[in-house]
């Protein structure tokens, strides 16, 4: 338990056929390289499984749902090679959430920062909190939000994201993201926010799974090139965290927390 607290983890239970992902960091629900791969593959592995009907991503505790890409991990990097396979772990995640025959709904109880953001808009149906402010603060820091930015932009419109993007250090709160179409629904507490989450994946747990596979193709259309895609937006942002500008922007960062 201890090792958990200290590194985090990806556990996953499934009943009556809701299946309910949930990850956890210490730091703002950061994810490091290993999570994020643990993370897609349980969401792959819950995707081509006949017992799950739908999937419930959700974050640990209860302050932000997911501070993104973990910068302790990415200081370390020495080469492009390692860089661009940090970044394909969000790539990865999302992919895996695309190509799932099953509906993902997104718990969002709370901030999400530039890698949280992209899986939030990848989630087919997000339902957050009130306190669910988001903001993709990767131009800041000198990378951009490549690989995230398909999903981001396919969900709130070129405006919105350009918007967002560019804007690096503001947040925008969670009336914002549900008018721009990132949240489904917004509720004032947990306790509500969990009541509809429960309500939906039930209902979703007793639809027609071919009905509902064919749709999330539908939804889909038009990504079927994000394999590729996303690569090589990872090698982009890659190359740019090795960059003198991002390597300092990242000391700055970690000398304030």
Not at 80 to 103: D, L, P
Not at 168 to 194: C, I, L, P, Q, Y
Not at 207 to 236: C, F, Q, V, Y
Request: hydrophobic share 40%; aromatic share 8%.
């Amino acid at each position: 338990m201890l090792q958990e607290l200290k590194e985090g983890y990806v556990q996953t239970e499934t009943h009556q056929g809701i299946t309910t992902i949930e990850f956890f960091h210490p730091k703002g629900n950061s994810l490091p390289n290993k999570n994020v791969e643990a993370l897609a593959k349980e969401i792959h592995f819950a995707g081509s499984h006949a017992e799950t009907k739908v999937i419930i991503l959700k974050s640990g505790g209860d302050k932000s749902f997911c501070a993104g890409a973990s910068f302790d991990e990415l200081a370390d990097m020495k080469t492009e090679a390692e860089a661009t396979q940090f970044f394909m772990g969000f790539a990865n995640v999302i992919n895996a959430i695309r190509k799932s025959s099953k509906f993902v709904i997104g718990r969002i109880h709370g901030k999400c920062v530039g890698g949280g953001v992209g899986i939030t808009a990848a989630v087919d149906y997000a339902i957050a909190t009130a306190h669910a402010d988001i903001k993709l603060s990767e131009l800041e820091m000198g990378i951009g939000p490549f690989v995230i930015g398909p999903a981001v932009e396919r969900k709130i419109g070129t405006a919105a994201f350009s918007a967002l993007s560019i804007d690096a250090t503001m947040w925008r709160n969670s009336d914002w993201a549900k008018r721009k179409g990132m949240f489904a629904e917004v509720h004032e507490t947990v306790e509500n926010m969990d009541e509809s989450i429960f309500r939906l994946a039930n209902h979703l747990s007793h639809n027609s799974p071919d009905a509902m596979a064919e749709m999330k193709k539908m939804l889909w259309h038009g990504t079927e090139h994000w394999d590729e895609l996303l690569r090589e937006r990872a090698a982009i942002s890659g190359k740019l965290a090795l960059g003198s500008f991002t390597k300092k922007a990242i000391e700055k960062f970690r000398a304030k927390v």
